[in-house]
């Protein structure tokens, strides 16, 4: 249970500020679909579903739902996932591919020691309804019709864990692009840069206490940073853990405090289960009730059996 724990947080990458990936709130949960280094740290095959509602009360507002599954086999990880991100008139729907060694460096059985390498591909699908904007006037720009395109783009990522300490840094769109169309809607895809790091504390052996630090940028601009406290408790037939997570954005030009996210979870047997909730703190909080985020998993088991105590190191 300590090494999942431990793994659980261990890059952190977050709340995505590019066009074409989803936001979340549970990467502290599902770390895998920001970081293709982290496909198959377990020998148990890992299955997730996320429903993210944002902003409830606001009509239209973004709504998320993500299917994903990695397994490791020997020092080899594979997985992948896919997406469904609406928001009003536009959406998107994409998937991601991943490969990723595990190298394990450790010299004594009580040693956890890993570097892991990761690579993705990806694609997704973008598209407008034109057909039902309002007040548009004579605007050439607009044709009432659905706008779309496909685009496909490849991410990476490296990640650490000595002992206590994780770390790691991944890159998303590796390839930025830039699209025009016959209409006035020009989504775009910067580089996305993730770099997280923290330390597992064991309090006797069924406490562990998580800080960490997340910082996240779009194209080398709209930085933000996260700072996580995760504390667990684990017993033989389940663990239950508590997070809060601040989140600021932290460009020269216009910081401000974004949001603060308490999120739990609960684990037993095969079955795990999180909810977050997410509570603005810029003036759109007024008008909405928060960011509502709900993940079930399962775990898939070798044949010598379901433990936490097979993630690799």
Known sequence: MKRAGLLILLVLPIMVIG???PVYSQYLLNPFQYNPSLAGVSTDGIAQTTNRIQWIG???APRVNTISYHQGFDQMGIGG????DKNGLNSETGFQLSGA?????SRYKNEIKRISGGLAFSGFQYSVDESKFTD?????AVTGAVQSLLSFNVSTGISLVINGFFAGISVANLIPNSYRTNSSFEPVTPRNYFLGAGYSI???KSFIIEPSIVFKSAGMRNSQIDINLKTKYISKEYAVWIALSFRRIIEASSPQNLSFMPVIGYETGVFSFGYAYEYGLSPIQAQNFGTHEIMVGYRICPKKGCSSSKIRG
């Open 19 to 21: 066009q074409d990936l």
């Open 58 to 60: 606001i009509p239209d």
């Open 81 to 84: 996932y896919i997406y469904s």
């Open 101 to 105: 060694y595990h190298l394990d460096f």
């Open 136 to 140: 548009i006037g004579n605007d050439p």
């Open 202 to 204: 064991s309090i006797q």
